[in-house]
């Protein structure tokens, strides 16, 4: 019998990184768990890494997520499963530092698409997220490279503001009705259970996104853009990077992230 789907965690918290789960089903170097807080990927943003470890002391290290036609998501393992998993107790931890870059990336890149369509009726045409920096491409009538840096600068702002983030999901009946919540001409956004989830930047933004986010904008860091290419004739790609954060120890001990 196929394993029911998984439920998604991150749905409704994509900052939680551990979670408790069992296992329900093993297929060659996969497991499926009940429950999950791993991000499986899409939007342009990959899946998320990190270690599932069972009660007696062994881990598997996770390199990556599948998902099936019917919901359940694969957790692909570095090695072989043991072969008497299937019923077991585990706990799930996602890579947490490689999780908040991606998601730092994934929040500069809603406002740039905002300010984008906004300010010049650009509409995304295509994203890859990634670590170290990240591309988006648009359908853009009379870009130039001169406007790199007033995009720049607008971007920054924004994230200047320190404006909380907070996801929710609505019905599809609803999405539908709400073009606004469209940043892409071609993709739409997963439908789950009937309901498509939504994030929205506090006084800026609301758009349809299944994916990571940070809590605060003022987490994301400094944005620029360090090159762009023609795609076409009005297709464009911008490569966007972060600063990296710096790591701060308090006289407590605390530690914190500033840029």
């Not at 300010?115 to 650009?122: F, P, S």
């Not at 620029?224 to 297709?235: A, H, L, V, Y």
Request: net charge neutral; charged share 25%; with cysteine.
């Amino acid at each position: 019998m196929a394993p029911a789907a998984t439920t998604r965690l991150y749905l409704h918290d994509d900052h939680l990184y551990d979670v408790e789960a069992k296992v329900v089903a093993r297929h060659d170097d996969c497991v499926a768990v009940d429950q999950t807080c791993f991000y499986p990927g899409g939007g342009g943003q990959p899946s998320d890494q990190g270690r599932i470890a069972f009660g007696d002391g062994s881990t598997l290290d996770v390199t990556g997520i599948k998902t099936d036609v019917d919901g359940v998501l694969w957790h692909v393992c570095a090695a072989p499963p043991p072969a008497d998993c299937v019923g077991r107790k585990v706990k799930l931890s996602v890579d947490r530092e490689r999780r908040l870059v991606l998601a730092r990336y994934h929040t500069v890149l809603h406002v740039l698409n905002t300010i984008a369509l906004r300010d010049y009726g650009a509409w995304i045409t295509g994203v890859q997220i990634g670590v170290d920096y990240s591309r988006i491409d648009f359908k853009w009538e009379g870009f130039s490279s001169a406007l790199c840096a007033e995009l720049e600068r607008k971007v920054n702002i924004v994230l200047d503001g320190n404006r909380p983030l907070r996801s929710y999901t609505i019905a599809e009946d609803e999405f539908r009705q709400r073009e606004e919540l469209l940043r892409t001409l071609e993709v739409r956004p997963p439908v789950i259970d009937g309901r498509v989830r939504v994030v929205e930047i506090e006084g800026f933004d609301v758009q349809a996104c299944g994916g990571t986010h940070v809590p605060l904008t003022s987490q994301v860091g400094r944005f620029s853009i360090f090159r762009t290419e023609n795609k076409g004739r009005i297709n464009k790609r911008l490569y966007v990077r972060l600063d990296p954060p710096v790591v701060n120890v308090s006289p407590s001990g605390r530690r914190g992230l500033f840029w």
